[in-house]
């Protein structure tokens, strides 16, 4: 039995988590993977509920989890909150030590719904690596009547354990990091930058390059073929994942895994909790679906992260979109499409298992 937290969120957290769990349970049924849900309360709706972002039982419940699945929080209702549920979401990263977020940035044939003329967008395949507990999401916040301020720092150790993860990512995709900082005014930058360097000598397969932030955020845009793995700090990764979205065609596509040393994994569309639209089954699950996708990945369960990437793919493809991508399709409809697509292969799949074994009885 594998136990998947479930933490839908708020806005259209749970619009975007329940197709995804969905597609995760036809998929255990149909495969025998032996996925078990729970949901706990995490963020806004846990505020209501229990006063804070992450109750105790949420985060205990996690803990003992295989993976978790979270949707987004947040919402400006809880803007005047003590502990607003974004502190939730940082908390959560940092109880279970999930210091690396991967967010792949890859765009479907042809870059048809890119702003991007497609020639610039095309083939465009990005891995960014967000540093993912430290910097300064998590330095002293001082609030005064006239003055404020937020504290960056960063440990040579913090960097040299997310700097492996993107070395190993890069070794099994085109070789190449792109360290991405702000060494040109930053002290933390020049520690990331020196410390990258070093890491880099034992990885003589992979290429290593550095580039100022601001310059990172025009290149993305105008040349993102020329991008492999990103590997950056929490604020910086947190932005330009977000302008990356952009090549592909809508933030609703995209996907993450947030992973530690050893313990569950976390697994959540890169988009927040979209309020404005929460309710109206209008948001786009693909993120939500690919995340699913990647939990699969890393949970080894042979090709079911892949099948499920497919049919999520195939049903994109298929002209079924959500209006962010101009199309007309609702959330749960587009979730059930891609189950059909699920359905539909393993009727096929079972179609050729009995096939082969009736022509192994056959030729004895
Ligand atoms: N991981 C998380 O839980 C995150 C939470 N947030 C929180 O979410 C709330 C809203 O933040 P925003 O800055 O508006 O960012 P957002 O990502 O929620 O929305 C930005 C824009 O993208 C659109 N959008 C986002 N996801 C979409 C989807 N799946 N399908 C179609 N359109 C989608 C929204 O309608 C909006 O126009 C805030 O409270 C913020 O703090 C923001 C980012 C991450
Ligand atoms: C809401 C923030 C805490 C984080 C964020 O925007 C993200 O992880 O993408
Ligand atoms: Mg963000």
Same mark, same amino acid.
């Given at each position: 039995m594998i136990h998947i937290a479930v933490l839908p969120g708020d806005g259209i957290g749970p619009e975007v988590t329940r197709e995804a769990v969905a597609c995760l349970d036809l998929l255990s049924a149909e495969r025998g993977l032996g996925l078990r849900f729970t949901e706990h309360d995490f963020g806004g709706v846990a505020i209501d /509920? @229990? =006063?804070?972002? &992450?109750?105790p039982s949420t985060l205990a419940a996690c803990k003992k989890a295989d993976a978790i699945l979270l949707g987004a929080v947040g919402g400006d /209702?809880?803007? =005047?909150? *003590?502990?607003?549920?974004e502190a939730g979401l940082l908390k959560i990263r940092q109880e279970l030590g999930l210091y690396a977020n991967l967010r792949p940035v890859e765009v479907l044939?042809? =870059? %048809?719904?890119?702003? &991007?003329r497609s020639e610039v967008a095309s083939g465009s395949d990005i891995l960014v690596v967000r540093e993912l507990t430290g910097g300064i999401y998590y330095g002293e916040h001082r609030l005064g009547e006239d003055q404020a301020s937020d504290l960056c720092t960063y440990t040579r150790e913090q960097i040299e354990r997310v700097a492996h993860v993107a070395f190993r990512a890069a070794r099994s995709r085109k070789g190449k990091v792109t360290q991405v900082d702000k060494a040109n005014v930053l002290a933390t930058s020049r520690l990331w930058r020196s410390t990258v360097d070093e890491i880099a000598k034992a990885y003589p397969d992979v290429a290593l390059d550095h580039l100022y932030v601001d310059a990172c955020a025009m290149a993305v845009i105008t040349e993102? /073929? /020329?991008?492999d793995v990103i590997l950056t700090e929490n604020l910086f990764g947190d932005i330009l994942s977000d302008l990356l979205s952009v090549i592909g065609g809508s933030i609703g596509l995209l996907g993450s895994a947030s992973l530690g040393s050893g313990g569950p994994g976390l697994f959540e569309p890169? @988009?927040? #909790? *979209?309020? %404005?639209?929460?309710? &109206?089954?209008? *948001?786009?699950?693909s993120g939500a679906i690919a995340s699913a996708a990647m939990m699969l990945d890393e949970l080894s369960l042979g090709d079911a992260g892949a099948v499920l990437r497919e049919a999520l793919e195939a049903t994109l493809l298929s002209g079924c979109r959500t209006p962010d991508l101009g199309?007309?399709? #609702?959330t749960s409809g587009f979730g059930a499409a891609v189950r059909d697509r699920l359905e539909v292969r393993s009727r096929r799949d079972s179609g050729l298992r009995h096939l082969f074994m009736t022509n192994r009885g056959c030729c004895g």
């Open positions: /509920r @229990h =006063g804070e972002p &992450l109750p /209702r809880w803007n =005047g909150c *003590a502990e607003r549920p044939q042809g =870059g %048809q719904w890119s702003p &991007l993102p /073929r /020329r991008f890169i @988009h927040g #909790s *979209a309020p %404005q639209i929460g309710g &109206l089954d209008i *948001a786009n699950p199309g007309d399709a #609702s």
